[in-house]
């Protein structure tokens, strides 16, 4: 069986783009903002914030689940949900280093 795309990549450069990939919606976003902005472990009322439904919700808490930028606990028939602070800083690592990067190089015409 013949390699995968990914497998040309670094394991850091595949993750970053997956966690990059599910904050391409807006939904994953506006979920992050609001556990950021609560700051503690939320369990239901994620979807009181947000005009999707339940199902739609649970769908892209997955997703930013499965792309290591939130944690979830179960806790008695619900799941819990708080931001991950490590794929956060590891994010903010990545763009700040590319930031300085690009300050950092001769100041040449662009495109």
Do not use: W
């Amino acid at each position: 069986m013949g390699a995968t795309k990914t497998d040309h990549f670094t394991e850091q450069q595949n993750r970053l783009a997956n966690r990059m990939k599910a904050l391409g919606h807006p939904a994953r976003i506006a979920i992050m903002e609001h556990l950021i902005e609560v700051d503690a472990c939320i369990c239901g009322d994620i979807v009181n914030v947000l005009p999707l439904a339940q199902p739609t919700v649970s769908q892209h808490l997955k997703e930013l689940k499965n792309a290591g930028l939130i944690k979830g606990n179960v806790e008695g028939t619900a799941i819990c949900y708080c931001v991950d602070k490590e794929a956060i800083a590891e994010l903010q690592g990545y763009l700040t280093n590319a930031t300085l990067q690009m300050e950092n190089k001769e100041k040449k015409p662009c495109c």
